[in-house]
């Protein structure tokens, strides 16, 4: 691990909601992994990859979940990065995402808030992402070049952090008040040069401006989330060529891998300290869910996308209308990999919707005898304990129709 931050670097970044520490990386290790980045752009093995690099006014993304080149992945377990990422998020960190853009020359800034408050500048906790929908996480941005004026500074609103709140929904899940564009200081430019770090906040907000110079921009924007702080849309899953590329030490930065898809989703529905378990097949119980149908499994807003579909399931199915769930575990057979969400209705709508044959309610001391009966098996079994037992930081995940639902486009 590395040296520990300063108190003034701690302070900075409890102020700021940023730090930045200058010229951290020497030139050798720049090198190597700007070579990573571009070997994929030029293989095309990144989004937009049918474009030929370099088409003008484009960007790429590499995603190194999909990637085998420790010549990109070494930096994300760097322990210039590492120990400071763990310090700043209060314990054991993973990597959520590990991204790297390229944008060409005359390529576009960032895009506005989803919620229409300012048409460049946003943060990124966002319920309907993957990485986003943690309620501790950080972003750590090593740009490759000079984000100078001509190619396009990072602009970053200090104290910006602040103006999000994390609000309790119950005593396991919390969900976001997001800033608003009208409540944060103005974006100044964060002058980040070739060999610096910089450490942002999920609730900082930034900007990344147009790319104006004639030559690419590009750089590493990495997110580590805290350990026991899942992503409420539950993880996207890192390639197993990924994880083998870690060092033995770094493979816990990685702890979803997996080539097999998502084919299916389950929900605990929560009331009254009992959960809602739905007849299957075969005489038992299970908890109601849905097949997956996810085309590609790319994009940070894949894993929202069987939100939408459990959503659907339930209103379907159950009659009851899910405005959010949070992601609890996966579980994987030969077919693929099962994620469990769960739900808690407080106000007992379900309870009221569902009645008759079909399904039951169950507390906790019910759940131990059915699976000992083989009426329930031990995976739904083991996601409801979890959901009673584990001890995590829990947000709302929703899928993106309905985070984005009442906002101007
Ligand atoms: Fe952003």
Redesign the pocket.
Known sequence: MSTSLTDEQKQAWADDGYLIIRDTFSKAELDRVAGGVLRAVKTGNCLNGNKPYPTPATMYTVEGQYQDDPDLLFIAEHPAVLGPVEELLGGPACLSAFISYLKTPGAQG?GGDYQGSHPTG???YKTYQQAGSSLNWL?AIIPLVDLDEETGPLLLSPGSHKKSRIVPVNERVSRVERANASDIAPLVDAKLRRGDLAFMSMFTW???RANGSDHDRFGI?NKYRALDAPPACGPQLFSERSYDTLSEEGKRLMPHHSDLPLAEARLIVEHDGKVLLSADDHNGWRLPGAPASIDSPTGQSVTSKLIEQLEVELLDSVGVEIPWMTFVADYSDSSGVRRVFAYSDDEGASEEAVSGQGFRWVDNSGINPLMEAKELDREDADAIRRWWEERCVRGTGESPTRAKQGTPE
Do not use: A, Q, S, V
């Open positions: 960032t946003h943060c990124d972003f930034h900007e990344g924007y």
